[in-house]
Nanobody
């Protein structure tokens, strides 16, 4: 079992940076693939980035080169550093976990979710 709590969202201007954090409580963090998704009203939840417990990383094409995902197993935390933000990055960002090493982009494959944190980027 994992409980996930995100923080770090806010209102920024285009070109600014934000760092999202997700703190996990539970015994299976070190064996969980951790990912970030985002969602805007009326749209499906969209994959952003993923990091496996062996350190493999994947990004959506729309954020590659701007966002960086990282994890700290000692602190049971996964972070998302977001640089060069644009209004198109505006969404609720969710932390998610699955108890499998494969990094998948389908939100239905994830067992645990945080409550989400709002990121708003003004132009």
């Amino acid at each position: 079992q994992l409980q996930l709590v995100e923080s770090g969202g806010g209102l920024v201007q285009a070109g600014d940076s934000l760092r999202l954090s997700c703190v996990a409580s539970g015994s299976t963090f070190s064996r969980s693939t951790m990912s970030w998704f985002r969602q805007t009203p009326g749209k499906e939840r969209e994959f952003v980035a993923s990091v496996s417990w062996v350190g493999s990383i994947a990004y959506a094409e729309s954020v590659k080169g701007r966002f960086t995902i990282s994890r700290d197993n000692d602190k049971t935390t996964v972070s998302l550093q977001m640089n060069g933000l644009t209004p198109e990055d505006t969404a609720v960002y969710y932390c998610a976990a699955r108890s499998h090493i494969a990094m998948v982009r389908d939100p239905n494959e994830y067992n645990y979710w945080g409550q989400g944190t709002q990121v708003t980027v003004s132009s």
